[in-house]
């Protein structure tokens, strides 16, 4: 298994992992699994080659091998000063949970946003997912004391962690 960036053509691969984080965990996302499971392939496809090409955007994956994605994680770093990164759209298979696969998904988006010049990433996390927060904390995420409430009755918590970067235009 790898973590990588994804690739242009991995379109549907992409929506059955992001369709299995939906299901899994329906409060994490802003999105849920009703609004994008009847997106049409194309869509799909779209959203692949954005995170595999896009130079201010990227989506990592965990690649479990023979076309089968196992995680993903998306990252956006800001063209408009102060250039913060946000990473979002984190999720990984049950079975491989607590192998270091999380850190190392998280370390890519990381990486992309530093690369890029960003100085800090932000995150959302939801008030109940506690094994997320405490990912995240591990990671050196920091509480902003900036909240927002779901639209499902939870709320959610924005973490931010210094990365150290300077910004270089993409």
Known sequence: MEVRRIR??????????????????????????????????????????????AMETATFVLDRGGGALAGTVFTRVNIDPPHDAYIGAMWLDEDLRGGGWADA???????????????????????DNPRARRLYERLGYVPTGITDPNGRGGIAHLLRKDLGGLYQSP
């Open 105 to 127: 998904l998280v370390a890519a988006a990381e990486g992309f946003a530093r690369a890029a010049g960003s100085g800090a990433a932000e995150l959302w996390v939801e008030d």
């Open 8 to 53: 242009a053509n991995e379109g549907l691969a992409y929506r059955a992992v992001r369709l299995r984080a939906l299901q899994g965990a329906p409060t994490a996302y802003f999105a849920t699994y009703e609004d994008e499971a009847p997106l049409p392939d194309d869509a799909w496809q779209d959203l692949a080659r954005q995170g595999a090409e």
